[in-house]
């Protein structure tokens, strides 16, 4: 099984930056992958939530919205969206998941719009719930393609907060303290935040991938972790329990 392409790699990343007994609120696709291979190998006590309303399903297979029936199924509660949005604004959820059309070096998300709000070239569905999970859950995640058209210098409208301008300005707008983004993980690389100036820096490399061709695919100019190590590959039994139990019918590593 050492064979495995871009996204298959994205989600057993993703999966290793959630530790046993934290919580994540997740959407579908990717994220969900993810979630529910960690709930399989290094995370079986993770508590999962989904927007529209379920709270730790033990998800039989991969839904397919954020309202599928399996995202309750042998959960622990069915609610609503303002609950689950609660208890994120409580500060009850370690994780989120967040994407977007645009990402700019503080880790701000544009899912709106590109192009005047007004009159723009594309219209996205916008926030939905995004604004809310990167604002109140306490480290927010990203996997996405790697290319300059989605890693700008700015972004064209801002939906959801990273960390807005710089250090403090999370705090400054009533932003809890100590929260934003931790990890953007691409097919090139994966990328964290440089503790002092809040911008975006790379962390690890995946097999064959350089500096220069992450920074080649990126508008603004990126930091540089003081060690920037080789992406750990994924593992056969993390294919394996990938490819057999979370997504057999390939909705998502199929992409």
Known sequence: MSDYNAIELM??????????????????????????????????????????????????????????????????????????????????????????????????????????????????PGSGGANDFASFCWHTLVITQHDIRRFVKKLDFLTTPGYLNGPGAREKAGLPENSGPLKIITDLAVMGFDETTKRMRVESLHSGVTFEKVQENTEFELL???????????QDEELRILREEVDPFRYVIGR
């Open 224 to 234: 540089k972790s003081p060690e920037i190590t080789d992406t750990e590959p994924p």
């Open 11 to 124: 989600i057993c990343v993703a999966a290793r930056l959630l530790e046993d007994g934290s919580t994540v609120g997740v959407g579908t696709g990717a994220p969900c992958a993810a979630a529910m291979l960690a709930q399989r190998t290094n995370a079986p006590n993770l508590l999962i939530t989904f927007e529209a309303g379920g709270i730790a399903p033990q998800l039989p297979s991969m839904p397919i919205s954020v309202g599928d029936s399996r995202t309750f199924y042998r959960g622990l509660m069915a609610t609503s969206m303002s609950d689950i949005l609660e208890t994120c604004q409580r500060g009850l959820v370690d994780y989120t998941f967040l994407g977007g059309a645009q990402i700019d070096a503080y880790g701000n998300i544009n899912s709106t719009v590109i192009g005047d709000y007004h009159k723009p070239k594309v219209r996205f």
